[in-house]
């Protein structure tokens, strides 16, 4: 702890490197700790089409890397670690990572959101043995298969439109009788002829031996159980906010979320949040970067005062 940062940005998704640009360009010579994936969520899927800038969509890891390109550029500094601790209470504020400890006038936390698990049996059993988050990262592995995706948002519709390049056949799984993802991705959805619906349904038990061989199903209306076939099942059915760290230390709602004023503000002087660690209601990239940008402003601000 030789020296205190100005700006240390926890996370490098959107909303991070949004910041990391921003803070860097104010020359406050931002300090980046990537946690676990560089890019972020964003980072994970194959197409974004509703980024700005971008008529035709680009690809979640090439924007992740123009991103972080961007911010480098103007003098962000990027390292490859994760944090294990924070400590809000007195200023300078300390952040903790595996190996060291880091002491700085402010921080921006980016720390995004993790997938919701459907907490059923056979779900962790089967984890990269046929039960994937990410259809992005894991479907070439299911290529002339049969597949389940469950959930009824935009993202569960754009990876299951996805995964119809390699499965043959894609189940969606959806515990209501309407979608709630956009018109656009609904009308794709119902195109496609590899993409079947099984609608007031919920996965009770994923099956196997060694590997995903089928999803015990109930419908939520009639509680008629059935057996779908399947070597793989996607899910999609949410993210929670990676906030754990922070609890006890900021104002955290209900859900998890880290609360902020229209500034990107926390509970404590200093400190800010953006991107799904604090948005429960938009989780767009294009959010979560102006998110990012408007929580590095402010750190300006308060660091010029």
């Known amino acids: 702890m030789d020296k205190i940062e100005k700006v240390v940005v926890l996370g490098a998704g959107p909303a991070g490197l949004s910041a990391a640009l921003y803070a860097a360009r104010a020359e406050l010579n931002p300090l980046v700790l990537t946690g676990m994936q560089l890019g972020g969520q964003a980072s994970l899927t194959n ?29 962000a500094r990027i390292e490859f670690d994760s944090v294990t601790g924070v400590d809000f209470s007195s200023k300078p504020f300390k952040v903790k990572t595996y190996d060291k400890e880091i002491e700085t006038q402010t921080v921006i ?37 049969k597949v389940a995706v469950v ?19 894609i189940t969606i799984i959806h515990r209501r009788d309407a979608f ?13 002829k590899k993409i079947k619906l099984q609608l007031d349904s919920v996965v009770k038990e994923i099956r196997g031996n060694g590997k995903v061989e089928n999803v015990l199903v109930e419908n939520v209306k009639t509680g008629e159980q059935s057996s779908l076939e399947v070597d793989g099942v996607f899910i999609f059915i949410g993210h929670t906010p990676n906030n754990d760290l922070y609890k006890g230390q900021l104002d955290l709602d209900e859900r998890g979320f880290i609360k902020v004023d229209p500034k ?40 010029a005062d």
């Not at 008529?55 to 123009?66: I, K, N, Q, S, Y």
Request: include cysteine; charge should be negative.
């Open 264 to 303: 990107m503000r926390t509970s404590v002087e200093g400190v800010y949040a953006a991107g799904e660690a604090a948005d429960s209601e938009f989780k767009q990239v294009v959010v979560s970067a102006g998110m990012g940008a408007a929580a590095a402003i402010e750190a300006g601000r308060f660091l």
């Open 151 to 169: 959930g009824g948002g935009d993202s569960a519709l754009e990876e299951g439109l996805f995964l119809t390049r390699y499965a043959s056949e």
């Open 180 to 192: 709630r993802a956009g018109a656009l991705l609904q009308k794709r959805m119902h195109d496609n």
């Open 47 to 75: 197409t974004i089409e509703n980024y700005p800038g971008f008529p035709d969509g680009v690809g979640g890891a090439e924007l992740g890397e123009l991103f972080q390109k961007q911010a480098e550029h103007f003098g």
């Open 109 to 145: 936390i980016a720390t995004g959101a993790s997938p919701v698990k459907l907490k059923v049996p056979g779900e962790d059993e089967f984890l990269g043995k046929g039960v994937s988050y990410c259809a992005t990262c894991d479907g070439w592995f299911f290529k002339d298969k």
